[in-house]
Each structure stands twice: as structure tokens, then as C-alpha cells.
């Protein structure tokens, strides 16, 4: 009995596993609840019989849910109550993929339900929009685009993407269907690394994004026209790739960090011991590789790090992507951006250093402004892009859009 009670916290906490890496995509899910990508109890339902660490566990149980409410989707006569079950079987088939190694047969078949279950979603729920596709080294990029409302040509036109693990899809759960709320127009796209560019493509991350940021934009304004004002924001390791496609495109007039990512391999290198980190700057790489596989076996978050890294940026081991890494930093490139910049950070961010924040102020030397957001515990937007408080991160940046523009 004594052990038992010393077992049991007297302090309420938000934590379904020891794991932060699967904690953290629970609270994404939820997180998304604000404008339709989940449900608290379907959630719930979808991790209770999910093991710390199992991955295999992780895909049935999250496939399960997302299949009930598909299913339960079909029947339903209202369009509104079919549209929003679409929408939270489309994130929950992502959230069921994630974890899946890359080379797993059952991975694209899970995305493509979540795309199709998408597209269902918004079709039933009368929402205007407009696909279209980019010319990309020799393949292509896929875009869609959200008119706003009646007034929406006077405000800026919000160009979103995400980061290193992102879908298109997401992206209206995170952003596009808060701007449309608020009456702007939102362009969203995946670039290489993301969705369909390497689930359909094959194509892998650039560092250099003002190539598909500049030919998602060149095909935008020759279709509909140059917006008086663009606002570009990049999620997680979009924190990166936004400011970078900034410095280089003068048609960018503000551009958002969701959330900071100045230098990705440093990140990267703050989440192994000092002694790992001293022995990859001393070039022991096959140490570090066998050190990192050994860790891979029992930490998912390594496992899904390293694997997702081997796909979607062509990483040959361990060593190799943080190497890779070390194209994705704005130390050179903070000083070509001019226009406005929104900064944007989790106190308690598990994969960008709080640090990470006052060097990029001091590296964006020609920025127009420079607003900065650190996001507290105590607010609940302390996590990776203020998973477990999105209103807070929309009051943020439709204030910071409208302040500053």
C-alpha cells in the first residue's frame, strides 16, 4: 500500500507517456481540436492501448479511430456534421503514419486516406478553394489556395507551409482555417521534403526554399494576380525555411518564425550528451553512428528522427544528417533579410533552444522590424509551436499582421 501511494502524483500533469516525442504528437492532435483536426475522446480512445515506445501499436490504434470516424462519416445525411467527421479522419490517418518507417508498405496508403478525407471534408463543408500545381525540376509542387472574405484583397495574402514532418493538409488545422475566420485569403503549399513532393515526387529538402517558395509564387501571381502585401510563415523547420526564402525574395513583406529553427544542427546536437557531441566535432563518425543506432532502438523519438531524416533529406547515417544538418542555418543569411519579422518561441520547446532566439535578433542586422513572442508555461504555449494553446499562437500573428501591416 505504501508503494502504491509513494506511485501516485498529488500534482495534476498533462503527460500520457514518459516519452516526449509521443507526448508531444498527442498534444499536437488535440492541439488541432480548435478548428476541427480531433477530438478529445476520440483521441483518448486512439492511445489506450498504446504502449510507451510501440510503434506498431501507435499506427492500430490511431488507424482504428480514424476508420471508425470515417465510416461513421459516410453515414451521416448533414453535410456540416460529415465535412467536420472528414476532417478529423484526415488527421488522424496522419497521425496514424507518422511513426511508420518510411520503407513501410502501409505508409502511403494511410497519407493518401488522409488526403482524400481532406478534400471530402472541406468539399462537404462548402469551404471555396482552388488546387493547383507548380513546375518543379522536371516534377511538381502542390499548392491550394483559400479566397477570403469580401475584403480580404486589403489585407496581405498569408502564404504557408511547414516544416520537417509536415502535410499540406495540416496546415489548414494550424493556420488556414484561422485566417480564413479573420477574413485573409491563404495560399498553402508543400514543398520538397513534404506531402506529395516526396510521397509522390521523390523530391528532398533544398536548404535553399526560395527555390520552391519562388516557383510556388511565380505560378500564383501569373494565375491570380500580385496580392498588395505577402506574408510568408514556416512551421517548425519552417522556422528556418521561411526567413531563408525571405533573405533571397524581395516579394515576401513579412515573414513569420512558427517557431524559431536558426540553426538546425545545433538544435539537432543539444538533444545528445556532451561526450556524443565531442566525439562527432572530433570526426569519430563510426562511433557516432553505432552510439545513435544503439539509442534508436529504444527512444522513438531518435528512431523517427534518424529514419525520417534518411527519407526525406537523402541522410546515408546518422552522422550523415548532422551533417546535412548544418546547411539549415541563418547565420550567413540573417543579415539579406529587409523585411518584417515575427519571432516566435516555446519556452519549454523540446527541439529549438530557447537560446536560438537572441542570436537570430542579432543576426536579422537589415531587418525592417523585429517583433518577438516567447511563449510561457504558465500561458500553455510553451510546447513546439504552441501545441496545447493554438488560439494563443493565432492572437499572436493576426495581431502582428495587422499592427505591422
Not at 51 to 60: I, L, V
Not at 218 to 232: A, H, R, S, T, Y
Amino acid at each position: 500500500m505504501n508503494r502504491l501511494r509513494k506511485s501516485l502524483s498529488t500534482v495534476a500533469n498533462s503527460r500520457w507517456f514518459e516519452n516526449q516525442t509521443y507526448n508531444f504528437e498527442i498534444l499536437r492532435s488535440l492541439g488541432e481540436s480548435t478548428y476541427g483536426g480531433a477530438e478529445i475522446g476520440e483521441v483518448l480512445s486512439a492511445i489506450s492501448c498504446i504502449k510507451e515506445g510501440d510503434d506498431e501499436a501507435w499506427y492500430q490504434g490511431w488507424n482504428r479511430v480514424a476508420a471508425m470516424v470515417e465510416e461513421r462519416a459516410a453515414t451521416l445525411a448533414n453535410p456540416i456534421s460529415r465535412g467536420k467527421a472528414m476532417l478529423r479522419a484526415s488527421n488522424y490517418y496522419r497521425t496514424a503514419e507518422f511513426f511508420l518507417n518510411p520503407k513501410d508498405k502501409r505508409r502511403k496508403p494511410t497519407f493518401d486516406k488522409s488526403v482524400a478525407n481532406f478534400y471530402s471534408g472541406i468539399d462537404s463543408l462548402g469551404i471555396e478553394y482552388q488546387i493547383f500545381y507548380i513546375p518543379y525540376e522536371a516534377k511538381q509542387l502542390e499548392a491550394v489556395y483559400f479566397p477570403g472574405g469580401v475584403n480580404a484583397s486589403s489585407k496581405p495574402l498569408i502564404v504557408a507551409h511547414g516544416g520537417y514532418d509536415s502535410t499540406l493538409e495540416e496546415l489548414y488545422f494550424l493556420i488556414a482555417a484561422a485566417a480564413l475566420e479573420r477574413g485573409y485569403s491563404v495560399l498553402i503549399f508543400a514543398g520538397p521534403g513534404q506531402g506529395t513532393a516526396i510521397r509522390e515526387h521523390g523530391l528532398q529538402f533544398t536548404p535553399k526554399w526560395e527555390k520552391p517558395t519562388g516557383a510556388v509564387l511565380d505560378q500564383f501571381i501569373g494565375q491570380f494576380g500580385k496580392p498588395e502585401k505577402i506574408v510568408l510563415i514556416g512551421a517548425s523547420l519552417g522556422g528556418y525555411l521561411a526567413p531563408r526564402a525571405a533573405a533571397y525574395d524581395k516579394r515576401i513583406d513579412g515573414v513569420a518564425a512558427f517557431d524559431i529553427c536558426y540553426d538546425f544542427q545545433g538544435a539537432a546536437l543539444k538533444q545528445v550528451p556532451p561526450f556524443v557531441r565531442k566525439l562527432y566535432s572530433r570526426g569519430h563518425t563510426g562511433f557516432v553512428d553505432w552510439l545513435i543506432k544503439t539509442r534508436m532502438k529504444s527512444s522513438p523519438g531518435t528512431r523517427w528522427g534518424v529514419h525520417n531524416a534518411e527519407w526525406v533529406m537523402g541522410a546515408k547515417s546518422p552522422s550523415d544528417l548532422l551533417h546535412i544538418f548544418d546547411q539549415y542555418n541563418l547565420k550567413e543569411t540573417s543579415k539579406l533579410i529587409t523585411c518584417d519579422v515575427l519571432i516566435l518561441a516555446g519556452e519549454k520547446d523540446h527541439h529549438f533552444p530557447l537560446e536560438q532566439v537572441e542570436a537570430f535578433q542579432k543576426a536579422l542586422t537589415n531587418a525592417h522590424s523585429i517583433t518577438t513572442r516567447i511563449f510561457t508555461e504558465q500561458e500553455g504555449g510553451h510546447e513546439h509551436c504552441q501545441q496545447g494553446n493554438i488560439s494563443l499562437f493565432h492572437e499572436v500573428f493576426f495581431d502582428w499582421i495587422e499592427n505591422t501591416f
